[in-house]
């Protein structure tokens, strides 16, 4: 690993508006690495057509690429032709929905992977086209997912567990704030700590999954961004992963964010896509990623299950008595404490969902949405600034819900079966959450 100190910044959010993207500056930074020389003569005119429409819509709306990583030269001629208008585009992608549909020979794994991409694109022009359409509809047109309300009554027994887990004192709140304050590290900490970290869990993500030959990644510090980490892939199994430090770092979040982002999370996920459907399937579609797609349920649920996948919970916090915390200068926490509260903050998962539709579907004053998440989330008001950043964004209202839908969706999947061996196939594979559910009900029946 490298590290930097400054970044241009470019974004991505994952997370409890722990880790996602805005995307709006520097953007032409994540397409340093071309791979004309994989995709030279492509033999599949919808791959191509489906690649170049995204190098178009990109140009309406920057950040709809998460990453890209094909032809340099594609990418100059989408920039060179400009905002391509909507109604051409739209033409095209129905164009390519039904050849894709009607594609004989096509392998039905990858079929359904690329033509639920193509639904998701088809949502994104129809939006930016200015049709209204509810959030719910929104998010089952761009993710496969069905987006609900969480009920109030799940934060309200997660506040029951808390106050069982936190340790004594005044209102449940002051008591969340405390607890995330004495687990706070100052930069110095984060630099000294985060190779102990990486080296840890790479080297457990290569035992349990394997990965790519000469992986690697770099790490950028960062401030003022809408998200708390964000990987950026840039081809050749390599990427840049940012740590926003605008809002205070804790040993837990470090440790949570290098799992999702890194190991096993979105490095790993990508490289590992990088290496057994693009180089070796030439599954073609899979050098870029799309922003607002099913993959990223597949991307968020991996991630949020990302170290629970690697480290049994009674490891980890054994790890975090006999290494993390001593190193970290941190006295008198018990990692019993850190790993229940880490699980109900799982259980709540959701409510940053309920703010986008009260926002969105509902209308509602950004002040009483503030209310209601600090109420049920106990945030403090920096935290509150943060979300509804992040939510205020259009590429990321409806993304929101990809964190614990996709969470719930896998862990709905590895309840029903071997989990190492399901989470290798998502790594691998092109899946979609329809898929994900039809495995479930093969196990189920
Ligand atoms: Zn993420």
Redesign the pocket.
Known sequence: METEDECPGRD????TV???ADNSSARSLCFMHNRDEIMAKPDQQPVEEYIKLALAIEEHRPGYLDSYFGPDAWMQEAKHAGKIPLPELTKRVERLSSDISQADGMEAQRKDFFVRQVTAMQMSLRLLSGEKVSLAEEACALYDVIAEWKQEAIFEEAHRELDQILPTGDSLEERTQKWKSSLEIPIEKVRELLPVIIEKLQGLTQQKFGLPQGESFQVKFVSDQPWM???YYLGGYRSRIEINTSLPLTIDSLVETVA??AYP??HTELATKDEKLVRQKKYEEHVLTLINSPACVI??GI??SALEAILPEKELEDWYRSELLPRAGLKGIDPGRITARSKVVQKSAGLEGNAAFMLYDQHKDPNEIRSYLQKHGLYNNQELDHILRFISNPLDRSYIF??HIGHDLLSGLFSRGDGVVYFKRLLEEPVTPSQIRGWIKDKSS
């Not at 991505?12 to 997370?15: A, E, I, K, P, S």
């Open positions: 991505h959010q994952c997370g722990k880790q996602r980490a964000y990987n999702h982002e999370g979105h991307a968020e991630a949020t990809t964190y």
